[in-house]
């Protein structure tokens, strides 16, 4: 089945007031949809992506690009996630069981398992398998450039913002000049965020995570313009594997971008 017509079809819990919609409700008044089909809320892919949405938000005017968002998880998990990360919460419905993940038949990572595991140690083994790189393609890659610092990358930290919430004493951004210079990803710049978020799904695990059972679970990208066509889509490979370019993971909006500046100067 076309993904269109799956999320077209699709009801779930919408964030903001805990009432069952359907996905695509509204979504009708845009000239692009963008579907973003998250893993756990809790994952690091999912916070990553949320925090390059709102870095970029104001690019996209919701008039030429309607976003929506599932991600696995209930309604506190939505409403942390939203708390956190700054994502709309009326644009966020929760998936409890990966359902939808399914139908779109999405990697659902590694299964491997041992007599008498129990389904949460066995979602552990496979998770920690995955994140040293087992049944996940480019994950300890990604990892990497996050420490080394991408050169193709935009600078993640302005020299004046102050990192917080992680085991490290406070940060200002301009101590990332330290590491080589501005104006691309310096190296531990990334990696810096990501301990943020992990310091905060830790944090706030049960929140964050009420079943464990869809720890591996990826999800997936998906850009139709208003009448359903799929322009675009991206389905994760694996840990840390959210975007086709990891430097740029929003650079296949790059398009959109342009014509909403075409228009406003028109």
């Known amino acids: 089945m076309n993904p269109y017509n799956i999320f077209h079809q699709t009801e779930l819990q919408r964030v903001s007031d805990g009432i069952t919609r359907p996905l695509l409700e509204n979504c009708d008044r845009a000239s692009y949809i963008l579907i973003l089909v998250w893993p756990q809320l809790g994952d690091f892919d999912s916070l990553e992506y949320a ?3 709102q870095r970029e ?3 996209w005017p919701p008039e ?3 976003i929506r968002a599932v991600g696995i998880g209930d309604r506190a998990s939505g409403t942390k996630f939203c708390e956190y990360t700054g994502f709309p919460p009326q644009h966020l419905f929760v998936e409890p069981n990966a359902e939808l993940h399914k139908q779109l038949k999405l990697y659902s990572g590694l299964t491997l398992g041992l007599p008498g595991l129990s389904v949460t140690l066995k979602a552990w083994l496979n998770l920690i398998l995955m994140c040293a790189g087992f049944g996940s393609p480019g994950t300890l ?3 990497f450039r996050g ?3 991408d050169r193709q990358a935009p600078q993640l930290i302005e020299d004046d913002e102050i990192i917080q919430g992680t085991p490290l004493p406070a940060l200002k951004g301009s101590f990332f000049k330290l590491a080589g210079g501005s104006g691309f990803q310096r190296p531990f710049e ?3 965020l990501r301990l943020r978020n992990m310091v905060e799904v830790l944090s706030n695990w049960q929140t964050y ?3 464990s059972a869809y720890l591996t679970q990826r999800g997936g990208t998906f850009l139709f313009d208003s009448k359903g066509e799929l322009l675009y889509e991206h389905r ?3 840990i840390l594997g959210f975007a086709a370019n990891m430097s740029q993971p929003l650079s296949f909006l790059s398009a959109i971008a342009t014509d909403s500046l075409t228009s406003t100067q028109n």
Request: charged content about 30%; glycine content about 8%; cysteine-free.
């Open 141 to 143: 890659r990604e990892v």
């Open 190 to 192: 990334l990696a810096t």
């Open 147 to 149: 420490y080394k610092g």
């Open 57 to 59: 938000a104001k690019k």
């Open 209 to 211: 995570v009420p079943n």
């Open 51 to 53: 925090w390059w949405l």
């Open 64 to 66: 030429k690009l309607a």
């Open 236 to 238: 994760d490979p694996g």
